[in-house]
């Protein structure tokens, strides 16, 4: 969508820049894979934060750099990805900024209710709600999850809770020793 009917680049550019943020929003957009263009019959969609992204640019499979998003700046028109940093000279390492039409979003962010809605208005297809919603529950976060609470044992998860709620803190030894001490110095007065 052009902001500026002319032809002069530097009106274009300053339109560009210059742009409110509804109309940012709608600029940062990135295209779909081929798998998600046949599954919801759409080419690009605005970049979320949680969606899974390749950084496009002429490298072979083993430099592909893949990543989840970790923040999305619209006043900048850049992304940052998980995984694409490099380090300073310092030593610190930085999130590099990357631009959404760089990317090809090959997992996405159904978690709001809004771009699902967009997904059905935009498809060519007839998609429903309910399919959308039964995507919203990664697989592999699921397995992830459900291994992590399998270690904890009930009986062990109470009991640790348990001791905790029999040891007294410290701040609280140390208030009621303030109290009793006052209390003492006003009998004796």
């Known amino acids: 969508m052009p902001l500026s009917k002319s032809k002069q680049p530097r009106k274009q550019r ?3 820049f210059n742009a409110p943020y509804h109309l940012r929003n709608r600029r940062m957009t ?9 599954k919801y019959g759409i080419r690009r969609l605005p970049v979320h934060k949680d969606d899974k992204v390749i950084v496009f640019q ?21 992304i940052h990805i998980e995984g694409h940093s490099k380090e300073k000279a310092d030593g610190t390492i ?4 990357v631009h959404p039409s760089n990317v090809v979003i090959t997992s996405l962010n159904l978690r709001d209710k809004k771009r699902r809605e967009m997904i059905q208005r935009r498809s060519k297809r007839d998609i429903t709600e309910e399919e959308l919603t039964e995507e919203l ?8 999850t459900k291994e992590d609470f399998e270690d904890v044992e ?3 998860f109470f009991e640790e809770f348990e001791e905790l ?23 004796s007065t």
Do not use: W
């Not at 990135?30 to 046949?38: M, V």
């Not at 750099?65 to 970790?70: E, L």
């Not at 709620?165 to 009998?187: I, L, R």
């Open 14 to 16: 300053k339109d560009y």
């Open 154 to 156: 009930e009986e062990d």
């Open 94 to 97: 930085v999130s590099f900024p």
């Open 30 to 38: 990135a295209p779909l894979s081929h798998a998600l263009r046949e």
């Open 58 to 78: 002429s490298r072979s499979e083993d430099e592909e750099i893949k990543g989840k998003i970790i923040r999305v700046i619209p006043q900048q028109y850049s």
């Open 165 to 187: 709620e029999e040891t007294p803190f410290e701040e609280d030894e140390e208030e009621a020793e303030k109290a009793s001490e006052k209390e003492d110095k006003e009998d």
């Open 137 to 144: 529950i990664d697989e592999e976060e699921f397995e992830e």
